[in-house]
C-alpha cells in the first residue's frame, strides 16, 4: 500500500506560503540557464526573423501602452480645450491601432512559423539520433520512452517556442511598460501601482508553483486510478469469484480521496489568489481615481490624463491571471527540455549518407576469426569463436534458446559491435561494409515478421524503385501469393500495418520470403520460426525455402528436422561454442540420432 | 442500453444530487456580474461630476462604493469556487467511485463484456470532460449570458440609442467566430491525427529497428519521417492562421469600439453632453464583452464533450446488480446438483443447453471438448458468475440451497476458480498469491511449492514483493499460470474450478501439479477443464462436451474407444509432442 502514504509524504514537503520566497527555491527552475543555452543551436539560424519578430513585437506593446495616451491627448485637446482638430488625432489613433494590429500579427505569425520551424528540425534531429544509437540502446529504452521522447517531449517544448513564450513576456512588458507611462502622468499613481503589484507578484509566482507541484500530483494519482481500473478489468473473474470487491472498491475510493485533497488544495489556491487579485486591484484603482481626482482638482493633471491613468490600472493587473497559467507551460517544457537533453547530448548536424556504392558483393567464404562477444561487460557469450560459412551453400546453425544463435546473426548484420576478432566475406571485412553494399547483398528474414506501415508495393521493395511491379508480381507468383494480393481492391497499393494485414501468419512469411527474393542477395540470414508456419504444408515451405536458399551463401537458424534437408552443414551450437559440425551431400538428410 | 440516452436528464439528476449549491454558484456568478457593472457606472459618475464641479466634488465616497464594489466581487469569486468548483469535483468522484463499484457489483459477463481500454477512457478522460462541462462549462455559459445581457443593457443606459453604433462591431466578432470555430476545432483534431501517425512511425521505428538498419533503409526512413513532420507543420500553420485572424478581428473590433465612441464624443452626441465619464466607461465595458463572445465556441466544445462522455459512463453505471439471496452455505459442501441448466448469451444465443451433472464431495472431474463447447461457461456457472436473468434451470444446488437463494458471498469464500486468460494484479507477487488477506511467508512458500514456482520465485530481485506486470519483472506464460495455480492453492477452498489452468506448462510439471491437487484435497470437489489427454487418466469422471451438451461421460476407459472426439484429441497430441530439434 505504498500510494496511501503519499498524502502525509506530500504535505510534508510542500506548504503553501502565499507571500513567502519559497518560489525562488523551487528546484524546477534549475539549470534553466543551461537547458536554455542547449537550445541556442536550434535557435541560432532564425536569429534574423526572430530579430524582425522583436521589433514588431516591441511596436506593437508600444502603441498598445500608448493608445490610453493618446485618447488622452484627444479628451484634453479636442474635446475639452479644443485647440486640435479631430482629424488630426483621430487619424493618428487610427494609424496607431492600424500599425498595431499589422505589427501584432506579423510578429505572432513569425514567432509561430520559426517555434514550428523549430520544432520540425528539433524533432527531426531526435529521429536522427535514434537512428545513431547502439542496438542496446534500444535494448534497454522502452517504445514508450522514445515515442513520448520524439512526439509529447517536442510538443510540449514547441508550446515554449510559439507565442505563449511571447504573450509572457508581452505580459511582462505591458505590467513595466504601463507601469513607466503611468509614471510620466502621474509618479504617485505609479508608486501606488508599484507598491501593489510587488506581492502580488510573489503570490503569483507561489501559486504557480503550487499548481505545478498539485498538478503533478493530480496527473500521478489520476493515473494510479487509471492503472487500478485497468488491473480491475483485467481482473474480473477473479475478483468476482473471490469476494473481493468491498477490498478493491475501497482502495479505489482511498486513492480517490487522495486525488481530490489535491484538487480542492488547487481549487482553493488558485480561488484565493484570483480573489485577492481582484480585491487588490480595487484598492489599487480606489487609490489610483482617488489620487487622480485631488490632481484634478488642484490643476497639476489634465482631465484626459486622469482618465488614461485609470485606463493603466486595468492594462497593469490584467495580465497576472494570463501569466501565471503560461507559468504552469514553460515549466512542462523545460522538464522536456531537461530529458531531451538527456538525449540529445548537444547539437548535431544531420550528415547526409554518401551516394550508392554499386560495387558488387565480396566473393568467397564468411569466416569468423577469434570472435570475442558479450552484451555486458562481466561474461563473453563467445569467447574466441571461429567458424567457416562457405561460399553458396547454406548452413544451418541448431542450439537450444540462449545458445547464441540469434547472437551469432546479429552480429553478421552488423547490428552490436565484436569485442574483438573480425568476421570476413572473402577478403572484405564484413562488419565494416559500407550500408549500402551491405543493405544490397544481405538480406535477413528474421521471424518477428515484420511489416511497416506503407503499401504492399513499397513493403516488398523496400523503396527501391528499380524493382518494377512485373517482377513483384512474377515473384508474388513464385511463392504462390499472386492469387491472394490480385484479391485485395487495392492490390500492391493496399496500406497495410503489422496489426492490420489480411493475411495469416504462413501468408506473411511468404511475402517475407518474396521480399528477399526481390532483394535476390548474395548473402542469406534466415530465421525460421515454427510457429508462424501452421497453415503451410511442408512441401510448400520447403518449394518456397528452397528457392531462396538456391545459390546463395546462406546461414539459417533451424527449428525444425526437416527444413535440415536442406542445408549441407549443420553446426551445433551450445554457450556460444560449437558443440558438433556434420557436413552432408546436397539432398542427404541428418537423421535425428546423428544430432543428438 | 437500448433505452434512450438523455444528455439533460442525465444533466438534471447530477445537479439535483447538489441542487442548492448549483443554485448558489449561479446566482453568484450573476450577481458578480451584475455587481461588476457597478465600478463602471462609478467611474462615470466620478468623471462627469469632476468635470462639472472642480472643487467641491468629494471622491472619497466613492473610492470606498469601488472598494466595497471589489470587495463583494472577491467574495463572490470565491463563492461560485466553492459552489460550482468543488461540487463538480465531488460530482465527478462520486460518478468515478459509483461506476467503478458497478464493475465489481454487476453481473460478471456483462461487465466481461466491456473493454478494458474503454472503461478507462470512460473513468478518467470522459468524466473529466464531463466534470470541465459540470464546473467550468456551466460558469463560463452563465458568466458569458450575464455579461452579453448586461453590458449591452449598461451601455444603452449610458449612451442611450448611440450604443447600437458601438455595439454594431462585434456583430462581426460574433459573425467570425462562428465561421472560424469549425476549421480551428477540425485542425486540432488534424494536428492530433498527425501528431498519432508521428507515435506510430516512432514506435514501428523501434520495433523494426532491426530490420531497417539491417536493409540499410535508415536514410529513406528519415525522409519518411521528415515528410511527415512537413505534414504536420502544415497543418499546425493551417490552425495558426486561423487563430491569428480571430485574434486580429477581435483586436480591430475592440478598436473599432472604441473609435466610434470618440466619434460620438467629438460629434457632441446628446449622451456625451455630461461629461466625458460615459467616453471613459464604454471603452471598459467594451473590453468586457470581447472574452464572453469568444467562449461561444468554448462552450459548444464543452458541451458536446461531456455529451459524449455522459453516454460512455452511463454505460458502466446503468449496469443492472447481481441478485444476491439471503441463504448462507454451510462450508461444508456435499453436493452439486444441476437439472436442465441452461444459460443464454447477452444476445440470446445458448450456450450450454441441458446439462444434468451431479457432482459429490471428493469428487475429481475433468471437462474436455473443443473450443467454444462450453466447458468456460459450465466453469463460470459453478463459480457463481453467471446471474438467474441469464440461466435456466429446474435445479441448480449446492447441498440443498438452490442458486437463486443462495448469498453469493458464502459460495465465493468456498471457491477456488481459475481462468482460462492468467489473471494477474500488477502488484507485488506476494499478494496476487494472496490476495484477500496480509500473508504469511511461510504458507505462501508452501503455496508456491505445491505450484513448482518456488525456484522460480527465489530467482526474482525482491522474491514475493516483487512488483510483477508493471515495469520490471514480467512473467512468462507458464509463470503466470503456475503464480495463479499458487493462489488457488493458497486459497484453500472446497471447490477447485480450473479452466484449461495448465495449458502453458510442460507435461511433467503438470503431472506433478495435478497429482498435488488431488492427493491434497482429496475431501474436495474438483472440476478442471484441460486439453490433455495425458493427465486425465486417473479422474473419476471424463465429462466430454460438445456445442453446449454433454454428450458423453464416464471413466477415461470407457470413453476413449467409442468417442471420436477423443480419436481427434489423441491426433493433436501426438502432433504436439513431435520432437523438435534441440
Redesign the interface.
Known amino acids: 500500500m505504498i500510494d496511501l502514504e503519499l498524502r502525509e509524504h506530500e504535505e510534508k514537503k510542500y506548504h503553501f506560503r502565499p507571500f513567502s520566497l519559497q518560489f525562488s527555491k523551487a528546484h524546477e527552475w534549475d539549470g534553466v540557464a543551461k537547458d536554455i543555452k542547449w537550445l541556442f543551436p536550434w535557435i541560432y539560424p532564425m536569429r534574423k526573423k526572430l530579430f524582425f519578430a522583436l521589433s514588431f513585437f516591441f511596436i506593437a506593446t508600444f502603441i498598445r501602452i500608448s493608445l490610453p495616451k493618446i ?1 488622452a491627448k ?2 484634453d485637446d ?3 480645450k479644443q485647440i486640435t482638430p ?1 482629424t488630426f488625432w ?1 487619424s493618428i ?2 494609424g496607431a ?1 492600424i500599425f ?2 499589422i505589427a ?2 506579423s510578429y ?2 513569425i514567432v ?2 520559426c517555434g ?2 523549430i520544432t ?1 528540425t528539433l ?2 534531429d531526435v ?2 539520433q ?2 545513431r544509437f547502439p ?1 542496446a540502446f ?1 535494448d534497454q529504452n ?2 514508450g520512452k ?2 513520448s521522447r ?2 509529447n517531449d517536442v ?1 510540449n517544448l514547441s508550446s515554449f517556442f ?1 507565442a505563449n513564450f511571447f504573450t509572457v513576456i508581452a505580459d511582462f512588458a505591458l505590467i513595466i511598460g504601463a507601469t513607466l507611462f503611468m509614471f510620466t502622468i502621474s509618479p504617485g499613481a505609479a508608486l501606488i501601482v508599484a507598491l501593489m503589484i510587488l506581492p502580488l507578484t510573489i503570490f503569483m509566482l507561489n501559486v504557480s508553483q503550487a499548481q505545478m507541484r498539485w498538478g503533478r500530483d493530480q496527473r500521478n494519482l ?1 493515473s494510479r ?3 487500478h ?17 468491498e ?3 475501497e482502495r ?2 482511498k486513492l ?1 480521496d487522495i ?2 485533497g489535491f ?2 488544495r488547487n ?2 489556491t ?3 489568489f ?3 487579485h ?2 487588490i ?3 489599487t ?3 489610483v ?2 489620487l487622480g ?2 490632481n ?2 488642484n490643476g497639476s493633471m489634465t ?1 484626459g490624463n ?2 488614461a491613468s ?2 493603466y490600472v ?1 492594462l497593469i493587473f490584467g495580465p497576472f491571471i494570463e501569466i501565471s497559467e503560461k507559468l504552469n507551460m514553460m515549466v512542462t517544457a523545460l522538464g522536456s527540455v531537461k530529458r531531451l537533453r538527456g538525449l540529445l547530448p548537444e547539437n548535431i548536424k ?1 550528415v547526409l ?1 554518401a551516394p550508392k556504392d554499386l560495387a558488387p558483393a565480396p566473393q568467397g567464404n564468411i569466416v569468423f576469426e577469434n570472435i570475442f562477444f558479450s552484451y555486458r561487460y562481466d561474461t563473453y557469450l563467445f569467447e574466441n569463436f571461429n567458424l567457416t560459412i562457405p561460399e553458396g551453400e547454406v548452413t544451418a546453425l ?3 534458446t540462449g545458445s547464441g544463435k540469434t547472437t551469432l546473426a ?1 552480429l553478421m ?3 552490436y559491435p565484436i569485442n574483438s576478432g573480425r568476421i570476413l566475406w572473402g577478403e572484405e571485412d564484413l562488419t565494416s561494409l559500407n ?2 553494399r ?3 547483398w ?3 528474414v ?1 521471424q518477428d515478421l ?1 511489416v ?2 506503407d503499401t504492399i508495393r513499397e513493403n516488398l521493395r ?2 527501391n524503385e528499380e524493382i518494377s511491379d512485373e517482377l513483384i508480381w512474377d515473384r508474388l507468383k513464385l511463392v504462390g501469393l499472386q492469387e491472394k494480393i490480385a484479391s485485395f481492391e487495392d492490390k500492391l497499393d493496399m496500406i497495410v ?2 496489426e492490420t494485414l489480411p493475411l495469416s501468419q504462413g501468408e506473411k512469411q511468404l511475402l517475407l520470403l518474396c521480399r528477399a527474393l526481390l ?1 535476390d542477395p548474395k548473402l542469406l540470414v534466415f530465421d525460421e520460426a ?1 510457429a508462424n508456419l501452421d497453415q503451410l504444408t511442408e512441401e510448400e515451405w520447403l518449394k518456397n525455402v528452397g528457392l531462396l536458399f538456391h545459390g546463395r551463401t546462406t546461414l539459417f537458424i ?4 526437416e527444413t ?1 534437408r536442406l542445408a549441407t552443414n549443420i553446426v551445433v551450437l551450445e554457450n556460444g561454442k560449437i558443440l558438433k559440425t556434420f557436413r552432408k551431400p546436397k539432398g542427404n538428410p541428418v537423421t ?1 540420432q546423428e ?2 | 442500453m437500448n433505452d434512450q440516452f438523455s444528455f439533460l436528464q442525465f444533466l438534471k439528476s447530477l445537479i439535483a444530487r447538489r441542487k442548492w449549491s448549483y443554485s448558489g454558484g449561479i446566482v453568484s456568478v450573476i450577481l458578480l456580474d451584475a455587481v461588476d457593472m457597478l465600478p463602471a457606472l462609478l467611474v462615470k459618475d466620478i468623471t462627469d461630476q469632476v468635470q462639472k464641479d472642480h472643487q467641491n466634488f468629494d471622491v472619497l465616497p466613492y473610492s470606498f462604493a469601488l472598494i466595497g464594489c471589489y470587495f463583494l466581487i472577491a467574495l463572490l469569486r470565491m463563492g461560485w469556487r466553492f459552489l460550482l468548483m468543488i461540487p463538480s469535483r465531488h460530482i465527478e468522484q462520486e460518478l468515478r467511485q459509483e461506476a467503478y463499484e458497478k464493475l465489481l457489483s454487476s453481473n460478471f459477463i456483462k461487465v466481461s463484456h466491456l473493454k478494458t481500454g474503454d472503461v478507462v477512457s470512460s473513468l478518467s478522460q470522459e468524466l473529466s470532460n464531463l466534470r470541465m462541462f459540470m464546473g467550468p462549462g456551466i460558469l463560463v455559459f452563465f458568466d458569458s449570458l450575464a455579461y452579453m445581457i448586461f453590458i449591452p443593457i449598461t451601455l444603452f443606459y449610458i449612451l442611450g440609442t448611440a450604443a447600437a453604433w458601438v455595439l454594431l462591431p462585434f456583430t462581426l466578432l460574433i459573425i467570425v467566430v462562428s465561421i472560424v470555430h469549425q476549421p480551428i476545432e477540425k485542425g486540432f483534431e488534424a494536428i492530433s491525427k498527425e501528431l498519432g501517425n508521428l507515435s506510430q512511425f516512432v514506435f514501428e521505428e523501434t520495433q523494426g529497428v532491426r530490420f531497417f538498419r539491417t536493409e540499410g533503409l535508415t536514410q529513406v526512413r528519415r525522409k519518411k519521417y521528415d515528410y511527415l513532420l512537413n505534414s504536420l507543420l502544415s497543418k499546425q500553420l493551417n490552425v495558426s492562421k486561423w487563430e491569428l485572424g480571430l485574434d486580429s478581428t477581435l483586436q480591430l473590433v475592440l478598436q473599432c469600439g472604441y473609435f466610434a465612441v470618440l466619434v460620438l464624443a467629438w460629434q457632441g452626441h446628446s449622451s456625451m453632453a455630461q461629461g466625458l465619464g460615459a467616453l471613459t466607461v464604454t471603452i471598459q465595458l467594451l473590453d468586457k464583452l470581447a472574452w464572453p463572445l469568444m467562449s461561444i465556441g468554448y462552450i459548444m466544445d464543452l458541451y458536446q464533450q461531456a455529451n459524449n462522455g455522459a453516454k460512455r459512463i452511463h454505460q458502466i453505471t446503468s449496469l443492472s446488480g447481481k441478485k444476491d439471496g439471503s441463504i448462507n452455505l454451510s462450508d461444508d459442501i456435499e453436493k452439486i446438483k444441476l437439472q436442465n441448466l441452461n444459460v443464454f448469451a447477452v444476445d440470446g444465443r445458448k450456450l450450454l443447453s441441458d446439462i444434468n451433472l451431479e457432482i459429490k464431495k471428493g469428487e475429481h472431474i475433468a471437462l474436455v471438448g473443443t473450443v467454444g463447447s462450453g466447458k468456460t461457461v459450465l466453469l463460470q456457472a459453478l463459480a457463481g458468475l453467471w446471474e438467474t436473468d441469464q440461466i435456466k434451470f429446474d435445479q441448480f444446488q449446492f447441498n440443498e440451497v438452490s442458486y437463486d437463494q443462495l448469498r453469493r458471498n458464502s459460495l465465493l469464500k468456498i471457491i477456488s476458480y481459475i481462468p482460462q486468460t492468467p489473471q494477474i494484479f500488477s502488484r507485488t507477487l506476494g499478494m496476487n498469491i494472496s490476495p484477500r488477506k496480509k500473508f504469511h511467508s511461510k504458507d505462501m512458500w508452501n503455496s508456491l511449492e505445491k505450484a513448482d514456482l518456488a525456484v522460480d520465485v527465489k530467482r526474482l530481485p525482491e522474491e514475493l514483493s516483487t512488483q510483477i506486470g508493471e515495469k520490471g519483472v514480467n512473467l512468462s506464460g507458464g509463470q503466470k499460470q503456475r503464480t495463479l495455480i499458487a493462489r488457488s492453492f493458497h486459497s484453500s477452498g472446497k471447490i477447485y474450478l480450473w479452466d484449461d489452468a495448465i495449458s502453458a506448462l510442460d507435461p511433467a510439471t503438470e503431472k506433478k501439479i495435478i497429482n498435488t491437487l488431488r492427493t491434497l484435497n482429496k475431501e474436495a470437489i474438483l472440476v478442471l477443464a484441460t486439453h490433455r489427454l495425458s493427465s486425465l487418466k486417473n479422474f473419476d469422471r471424463i465429462i466430454v462436451l460438445e456445442k453446449g451438451r454433454i454428450v458423453k461421460s464416464g471413466r477415461f476407459e470407457d470413453i476413449r474407444k467409442d468417442h471420436e472426439l477423443f480419436r481427434t484429441l489423441s491426433q493433436d497430441e501426438k502432433e504436439s509432442q513431435k520432437p523438435e530439434v534441440p
Not at chain 1, 481500473?229 to 470487491?245: C, G, V, W
Open positions: 485618447i484627444i479628451i479636442v474635446l475639452v479631430f483621430a489613433f487610427v491601432i498595431k494590429i501584432d500579427i505572432k505569425w509561430t512559423k514550428q520551424n520540425k524533432r527531426s529521429f536522427y535514434l537512428g542496438m534500444f522502452a517504445s522514445l515515442i520524439c512526439v510538443t510559439t489520476l486510478l487509471s492503472s481500473t485497468a488491473d480491475t478489468m483485467n481482473n474480473l473473474a477473479i475478483l468476482h469469484s473471490q469476494d473481493l470487491s477490498k478493491w472498491s479505489h475510493s480517490q486525488f481530490s484538487t480542492i481549487i482553493l488558485w480561488g484565493s484570483s480573489s485577492t481582484v480585491f486591484m480595487g484598492i484603482y480606489a487609490s481615481i482617488t481626482v485631488f484634478f482638482q482631465i486622469m482618465i485609470f485606463t486595468g544531420q549518407e541448431v542450439g537450444r546479429q548484420l552488423g547490428l550500408s549500402t551491405r543493405a544490397r544481405i538480406s535477413h528474421s515484420f511497416f506501415t523496400m523503396w500495418k503489422a532483394q515454427t533451424a527449428h525444425r528436422i535440415l535425428e544430432l543428438h
